[in-house]
């Protein structure tokens, strides 16, 4: 006697991204904090030093956030036109930024006026930087120069005359002293050691070079531009490690988050990509409103704060332990582990006598009826089911069940308004799914054969069967456009491709000789 | 000297196991049933085959414990004779020759010496030949060969079905249904008392019947699932039935335990029901027995239930609450949809059995070995309903993988379709399942092959469908790493001008795919998934399709629907020959590189087997059986065979099976269809064991009956002394038997035919021999027999001596 075998529920694959721990990390953050500012968001900075407030560049001003604050804590407004690329200092006492009028002004960040002027350039500063000894400014301009200046004196100390084009980019090691990198539209990026004269390291990225990153070992250098995202190993002289096209508009912005190990690129198609920097994988994909200018993350991932054109800069707040904690109190408490393992873990002794007991198989509330041929019972269960939890699955895989039986007429029969309209209900929710369309389909038709006669009866019932008329219908039109755009896309593709000739045409000419061939007068085999 | 080699095709078993009620034996150790040709004892512990009680030419039709002692058996065979066995030792005790062929047997205890018999010719009327039931008294003569002329009529107009005869309360009545007419005969009053048709209704015919042990109370069952209890009906009006209704469709059976306690019945549902006899409200079930139940025998003592079952399987239950064993033949269903398939773990043949199963039988041991259940959804026993069916299946080169299409048809909907892909799980020794695909063509699956390169590390899947396109699936790791193991991709999806793809065949290393688009062979190259040529020979859709092996790989061989089988070259893209034959089946064998090909002519089937590069065949046969020949497979042999003989050398590495379909010539009236599995070998190894000729004896019942052969000598000799007649009319037979067996073996350049009696066997086509062989009439001795019979001849027969002077 073999046992009863249970309805099989299909399994069907997750549509959708996948749930990794990345998507988890990333998602894991609260609903973003949106803020207008003045202009285009250019340049976001974060303080090194706690409690990590951060400078944000747009139009002609820069404002200091606090961590939490949707007001601005400091700004800074005695530029002249735009400015650009407002950074801090390691020590996040000084801030630097460039401007479009070609002066670059060094401010406390706790006064209002510039403590220093560093003019020179004749062009906009698109770039400023620190180094790491702190009494230097790297600046970037586009007028094809980039230029060290000592900070207590405001003099300019060497330049440097080896790009071609606008230098829109540049960073500066934060292990050497002498060590900067600047990227220039002139799509390369240039390695100069203050020590020399000339650039030391030369790589072409092939596209105007729009934002540099190095990494926290400077063993290995991002940089973004066009679309691609590239990686260049330093100690191996320059050498490609990395092509990433994964935006498709330019990338304006990178970011290195989790510790080093995730890479974050922003780019004019709005999207924000985080790659494994070990493969190099995307694992996670944030999408803006507009298309994003600057993009910075808070030390340990706190917040992401990204700029974008249309000057609303976005903040969003990492959730914290303690909140999720609170939830999961909420949830009611489960009898604990020794109540279950009670008496299970016996061990017999040798002389006992063992009474064996069958095992009793746990069995659904829908398959105990189907066991039992209660076919209009099983499929009650099953849209219990469905209407707390939510998964039509089993619903369905109970109704196609109750079909193979041949007796879901039956189950569908001889139903009062209200199982009739809960089964409407199911019925216009997942008509429309492809993977249950069939079954719901053949049911639903049983459905309107049953119970033509009560149309008109139960003004509840009439108006679900409008509304399922209606899906239908706006379903059928959908199919239909459908139809038409595949049919286009058919004769693009069938355009497009060359079409291949078969080769050995002449097989069927010489396969029609042997017709009426005898199998003993064969032709002698050929040597090949 | 070397021995002969002749080339044969012998029955493999298989057979039908539960065509007619099994008997148990008194002890409940044994159980008796028909099988084929055959009577099969098995213990009732074990499950296995103790004893086959051979020696009836025919099919056998019944199987019954003697009533007087319980140590032996009869049986009856449409051979026209009725035999008895001692069936612990397997020994033939007396053939009485009835002379007609015989549907059933019947006994009871009452009536010493007379066995009842149903049999069609004896009496035929204006009606046509009508089936009678027949008393046989059964003459106390000695010797072996007995001829039975004391037949007496008891009831004409009998249904072919035994169950519709029964013997009620100590034979006093015997009780048959035929159609709706219920009649029982008092064999004191030698009267019926009623013949009633009573029964009025469309769907209320008798179905079968069954008569309370010490009660006057007849069970009878109908077809729409009701039983009536009779009662009363020795008086001729006032009869009283009382009906009893639980069965949604036909009872098949029922059965009294011996005290009369209980009713056991059952039908379609496959549910063993207890009714308490006069407490009828209370029913015992037994359910999900797996098919149909179509006979139940309860053993002497009442401990031990036995059902048989429609997909050839018997279940003994005990004491109604516990299935203790099931004996499974080979489950033959309506028609075998996938392909014969050897698995190369097991050497089990594969096949579908049960509805949504796939079967593992062993073709050493006629033994199924286990079900693999593919469908894995509770079977509804109901009529009319649509089943899922396994369709195809293949297994890859190494056995690590299974790939199974199962589908359901339906009248308003397309049918529903699953591609299931199955691993060899090693710790568990069975297939798991790991990949399900819905619906993986729109429309019927056609063909499904895998790559058969790399052995071990098959990765490529290929499925033709009837929506015009063919799908090649691929092994892929999954896109997560944390999802489980690999699971089965669709890779590639192409057709071909939009005709309907119906074979798909690798060539042997893999490298090459070839496809039957109706009447276009295209050869496809599975690493690039190029068109690489097309090859086409019209008119005639291509039937089959297949690569050559080993040296002859470079050929692809098919049949077209217009009776051609052409061979093209691929190396130059022609066709290198053709022939006009109707082949119904291609096929290569694995280990070598011939092909044998089967082809009907006439209500025959011809056998060839040939290479595609030589001109001549290797082999052919003519009539190698009646009938169509289904599905035929190659199976390798365990150990190679030194054959040097050109004409069975083809045979040395593996052994050709096929399977057909034939309708025996007893078939009762719903047309049971038995489909034999036979081998075709050289004999001398699998016929080991040899048939006694009785096919002479029956002919001519009037001669003596002559103890000329030597397994029959055998018996005698190892049977113990109770079981055997008396010595003094067994001496004067024996001492002839031995004295003839001399005189022959003085012949020993005699070759030795054996007339087979099976009717599935015959002989090979030797011209020159088949001449000789036609001539020799007489039985003869093999060299094999005569060296048994020296063997015989150096035992002590001392006591012989001492029997003599007795």
């Known amino acids: 006697m073999a046992s009863f075998k249970p309805t099989k529920i299909p399994v069907y694959p997750k549509l959708g991204e996948k749930v990794t721990q990345d998507t988890l990390y990333w998602k894991n953050y609260k609903a973003p904090v949106q803020i207008k500012e003045y202009g285009a968001v250019s340049n976001i900075d974060f303080s090194p030093v706690a409690p990590h407030n951060f400078a944000v560049t747009a139009f002609s001003r820069i404002h200091v956030y606090g961590p939490f604050s949707q007001e601005p804590v400091k700004t800074f407004t005695r530029f002249k036109d735009t400015a650009y690329c407002g950074r ?96 220039s539209y002139d799509h390369t990026l240039k390695v100069f050691d203050a020590r020399a004269e000339k650039s030391v390291m030369t790589m072409d990225h092939g596209q105007p070079v729009e934002s540099l990153l190095l990494y926290p070992s400077e063993g290995l250098l991002v940089s973004a531009g066009g679309r691609y995202v590239k990686v260049w190993d330093l100690l191996k002289g320059g050498q490609p490690l990395v092509s990433l096209k994964n935006h498709h508009k330019t990338v304006t912005c990178l970011a290195l988050g989790n510790n080093g190990e995730r890479l974050l690129s922003a780019s004019l198609d709005r999207h924000v990509k985080v790659y494994n920097t070990t493969t190099y994988k995307v694992v996670h994909n944030f999408d803006y409103a507009a298309a994003i200018l600057s993009l910075a993350l808070a030390p340990d991932d706190e917040s992401i704060v990204v700029g974008m054109t249309n000057s609303i800069l976005s903040i969003k707040h990492r959730k914290h332990t303690e909140e999720s904690k609170e939830i999961m109190s909420q949830q009611r408490r489960r009898p604990s582990y020794r109540v279950f393992v009670k008496g299970k873990n016996f061990v017999p002794k040798p002389d006992d006598y063992l009474v064996s007991k069958p095992v009793k198989e746990h069995l659904a509330k829908y398959d105990r009826e189907l066991k039992k041929f209660n076919v209009s019972k099983a499929l009650d269960a099953s849209l219990e089911i469905w209407l707390r939890k939510k998964k039509p699955e089993i619903t369905v895989g109970v109704i196609k069940e109750l079909d193979r039986r041949g007796t879901l007429k039956n189950a569908l029969a001889g139903r009062d308004e209200e199982q009739l309209s809960q089964l409407l209900h199911f019925v216009i929710g997942n008509i429309v799914d492809t993977r249950f ?3 719901i389909l053949t049911a639903a038709e049983m459905i309107l054969d049953i119970y033509k006669s009560v149309i008109g009866q139960s003004a509840l019932i009439d108006q679900q069967l409008l509304r399922l008329q209606n899906i239908l219908e706006s379903e059928i039109n959908l199919e239909q456009e459908l139809l038409e755009v595949l049919g286009m896309l058919d004769t693009m593709f069938a355009t497009s491709v060359t079409r291949k000739e078969v080769p050995y045409s002449d097989v069927g000419r010489s396969n029609g000789l042997a017709q009426g061939e005898a199998s003993s007068s064969r032709p002698e085999l050929q040597a090949t | 000297m070397v021995e002969q080699a002749e080339i044969r095709v012998v029955h493999q078993g ?33 499950e296995e085959c103790v004893q086959e009680l051979r020696g009836h030419t025919d099919l056998v039709t019944g199987v019954l414990l003697r009533p007087s002692n319980h140590l032996q058996a009869y049986s009856c065979s449409a051979d026209g004779t009725v035999r008895l066995w001692d069936f612990t030792d397997g020994i033939l005790i007396k053939t009485y020759v009835i002379g007609y062929p015989i549907c059933s047997i019947y006994a009871s205890a009452s009536h010493d010496g007379v ?27 000695a010797g072996q060969l007995v001829e039975t002329s004391d037949l007496s009529a008891v009831l004409s107009d009998v249904s072919a079905n035994p169950a519709t005869v029964a013997f009620g309360r100590a034979g006093e009545y015997v009780a048959s249904t035929n159609g709706v007419q219920l009649q029982i005969f008092f064999f004191k009053k030698q009267k019926f008392s009623l013949k009633e048709n009573s029964c009025s209704g469309r769907r209320n015919t008798f179905t079968c019947v069954a008569c309370h042990p010490t009660d006057d109370c007849i069970a009878t069952g109908h077809e729409d699932g009701k ?69 139940i025998a309860v053993s002497p003592d009442g401990a031990l239930f036995c059902t048989s079952h429609s997909d050839n399987k018997i279940v003994l239950i005990q004491s109604c609450v516990k299935v203790s064993s099931i004996i499974q033949g080979l489950v033959k269903g309506e028609a075998v949809q996938t392909d014969l398939m050897v698995d190369p773990r097991s050497k089990a043949l594969v096949l579908n059995g049960k509805p949504g199963h796939l079967q593992f039988y062993s073709l050493q041991r006629d033994r199924l070995l286990f079900n693999l259940d593919v469908v894995q959804q509770e079977f509804i026993h109901q009529e009319g309903l649509d089943q899922f069916q396994v369709v195809m299946a293949t297994l890859d080169g190494a056995g690590a993988w299974l790939a199974t299409v199962e589908e359901r048809k339906q009248e308003t909907v397309e049918a529903e379709l699953n591609l299931k892909l199955w691993a060899f799980d090693e710790p568990s020794q069975s297939f798991v399942l790991n990949t399900t695909v819905s ?41 997560h790493p944390d999802d489980g193991g690999p699971s089965w991709t669709c890779d ?19 490298s090459l795919l070839a496809v039957g688009f109706q009447e276009v062979v295209t050869v496809w190259s599975p690493a690039s998934w190029e068109l690489l040529l097309t090859l086409s020979q019209p008119p005639g859709i291509i039937r089959d399709l297949c690569f050559g092996r080993l040296s002859c790989s470079k050929f692809l061989l098919g049949t077209t629907s217009s009776d051609q089988l052409c061979c093209w070259n691929l190396l130059t893209c022609s066709l290198e020959w053709s022939t006009s034959m109707e082949v119904s089946l291609l096929l290569a064998d694995p280990l070598s590189d011939n092909m044998a090909a089967f082809c009907h002519q006439d209500g025959n089937t011809d056998l060839f087997v040939f290479k595609p590069s030589e001109p001549r065949p290797l082999f052919s046969q003519k009539a190698v059986c009646s009938g169509r020949v289904s599905r035929a497979v190659f199976a390798p042999r365990e150990v190679a065979l030194e054959s040097c003989e050109e004409s069975s050398q083809w045979l040395n590495r593996s052994q050709l099976y096929f399977l057909t379909i034939c309708i025996p010539v007893f078939s009762p009236p719903s047309q049971l269809v038995v489909d034999d599995s036979v081998a075709m070998t050289p004999f001398q190894l699998l016929l080991g064991k040899r048939r006694p000729h009785h096919q002479a004896a029956v002919e001519d019942p009037a001669v003596r009956p002559r103890l000329t052969d030597v397994s029959l000598l055998l018996q005698l000799l190892q049977s113990p002394a109770h079981v055997l007649p008396a010595a003094a009319a067994l001496c004067s037979v024996f001492m002839e038997a031995l004295l003839g067996v001399a005189t022959e073996t003085s012949d020993p350049e005699e070759e030795e035919e054996e007339d087979s009696d099976q009717e599935m066997e015959t002989r090979a086509t030797r011209p020159e021999r088949g001449l000789l062989e036609t001539d020799s009439a007489d039985p003869v001795l093999s060299r094999a027999q005569v060296r048994e019979l020296r063997r015989v001849r150096k035992l002590d027969h001392s006591w012989f001596s001492s029997l003599l002077d007795s």
């Open chain 1, 437 to 439: 369309a069939p079954i």
């Open chain 2, 14 to 46: 298989g057979s039908n196991i539960t065509f007619r009620e099994p008997a148990i034996s008194s002890d409940s150790r044994f159980l008796l049933c028909a099988s084929g040709h055959n009577v099969k004892v098995f213990s009732t512990v074990t």
């Open chain 2, 227 to 295: 039983i009536r209890l009779w009662r009363n009906f020795d008086q001729k009006r006032e009869y009283t039935y009382r009906t009893l209704h639980w069965h949604h469709s036909t009872v098949r059976a029922l059965c009294f335990t011996p005290e009369g306690s209980n009713l056991l019945s059952g039908g379609v549902e496959s549910v063993l029901v207890q009714w308490r006899y006069q407490q009828e409200s209370q029913q015992d079930f037994l359910p999900r027995l797996g098919a149909a139940i179509t006979h």
């Open chain 2, 492 to 510: 590639f999806v192409s057709g071909y001008h939009g005709l309907t793809p119906q074979r798909c065949c690798f060539s042997a290393d893999g």
């Open chain 1, 88 to 183: 801090f200092r390691s020590d996040g006492q000084l801030l630097v930024a460039g401007c479009e009028d070609s002066v670059v002004r060094l401010f406390d960040v706790s006064g209002r006026v510039a403590l220093r002027m560093f003019k020179g350039h004749t062009k906009a500063v698109h770039v400023t930087d620190f180094t790491s000894d702190r009494y230097q400014i790297l600046t970037g301009s586009d007028d094809y120069t980039c230029r060290l200046w000592d900070i207590p004196n405001a003099a300019e100390l060497s330049t440097y005359r080896e790009h071609t084009d606008y230098i829109r980019c540049g960073v500066t090691s934060k292990l050497n002293r002498d060590l900067f990198i600047t990227g």
């Open chain 2, 115 to 141: 066995i009842f018999i149903e049999s069609v010719s004896l009496y035929s009327d204006k009606y046509g030949n009508r089936n009678s039931l027949l008393a046989v008294h059964l003459p106390q003569t």
């Open chain 2, 439 to 479: 619906t993986p063509h729109e429309v019927r699956i056609t063909a499904v092959t895998f790559d058969p390169a790399a052995r071990g590390q098959t990765s490529l899947l290929v499925s033709c469908g009837r929506d015009g396109l063919f799908k090649a699936w691929r092994l892929a790791p999954p896109a």
